[in-house]
């Protein structure tokens, strides 16, 4: 099949969520719409915007308080709204996988870091165990962990927040998802350390020509890292552009973010603050 024709593996149209609370309800995504195939796709905007709402909502991991609707939730053919919790739990990490932000919740703290990558692989692979630890020092090795070895038998507090990072990478692409959704995966670490593992993390999508949702607050490493944004303000998307366009974004909630963006040829000595527009919640 000749991918350029490839239909997107995810569909989203007009996808509303609202959380019950008590009498009344929290309207906290309003008529989202976006498709995904073999891109990476960046979906930013500040706290409270909504986007790990729209994250979790994909692997159906969104609370029971949540009220889903949409025209259309679809992963590779598969309605997402009417499917079974067994349908989703053949789809969760084996097909759509999620990276959270900080991997000292992800991890079990008393299980070494390689059994835990080999536990998520014989999760669906048939196989001895000598063969997933094989496997599983091959993934290590492909998030550039060094002496893989060493590692595979380290417990979760004894790696640092970016070897943990990595550990997740592996953990999740060893399954070899089609998609894979990041929310916030470096947020927890520093800038140098972030880096090196969004590195690796882009190559190994690009490698094995991955979808990618990455979700962060930073407009900033979303332009340099994804291929697509969509800028969302109060469970809206007010925009969606190619990253390359995105110094000719129209709405005024991505040109405040983007004037807000500190640049080391900038004069000003104060940012600026962005103006909020009532009709920013409407429009
Ligand atoms: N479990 C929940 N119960 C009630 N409200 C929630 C819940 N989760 C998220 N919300 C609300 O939904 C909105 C979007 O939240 P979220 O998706 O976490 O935003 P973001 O990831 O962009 O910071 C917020 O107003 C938040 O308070
Ligand atoms: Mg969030």
């Not at 500040?46 to 609370?63: A, D, F, Q, W």
């Not at 972030?194 to 930073?218: P, T």
Request: charged fraction near 25%; hydrophobic fraction near 40%; charge should be positive.
């Amino acid at each position: 099949m000749n991918p350029s024709v490839e239909s997107p593996k995810l569909q989203v149209e007009d996808l509303n969520i609202r959380f019950a609370a008590g009498a009344t309800s929290v309207h906290a995504v309003r008529g989202v719409s976006f498709s995904l195939s073999r891109e990476k796709l960046g979906v930013v905007g500040e706290s409270g915007s909504g986007k790990s709402t729209v994250g979790r909502t994909l692997l159906k991991l969104h609370p029971r308080s949540a009220r889903v609707e949409a025209r259309k939730l679809s992963f590779d053919g598969i309605d997402l709204l009417s499917a079974s919790e067994a349908t989703m739990r053949g789809i969760r990490g084996r097909r759509m996988s999620m990276v959270m932000q900080d991997p000292k919740y992800s991890l079990n703290p008393v299980m070494r870091v390689g059994e835990q990558v080999a536990e998520a692989f014989r999760a669906h692979h048939k196989g001895s165990r000598a063969e997933a630890r094989e496997r599983v020092l091959a993934m290590l090795e492909a998030v550039r962990i060094r002496e893989p070895q060493r590692v595979y038998e380290l417990y979760p507090h004894e790696v640092s927040g970016g070897m943990g990072q990595r550990i997740m990478i592996a953990m999740m692409l060893i399954q070899k998802p089609e998609i894979v959704i990041a929310d916030e995966p470096t947020s927890a670490l520093d800038i140098s350390v972030r880096l090196q593992v969004l590195s690796v993390l882009d190559d190994l999508i690009s490698e094995r020509g991955l979808g990618l949702i990455f979700i962060s607050h930073d407009l900033n490493l979303v332009r340099h890292f994804c291929d697509r944004v969509l800028v969302m303000y109060a469970g809206r998307v007010v925009e969606s552009i190619a990253a390359a366009d995105l110094q000719h974004a129209q709405h005024p909630y991505t040109r405040g973010l983007l004037d807000a963006l500190p640049s080391i040829d900038s004069r000003r000595r104060t940012l600026p603050v962005l103006q909020r527009d009532p009709a920013w919640l409407t429009a």
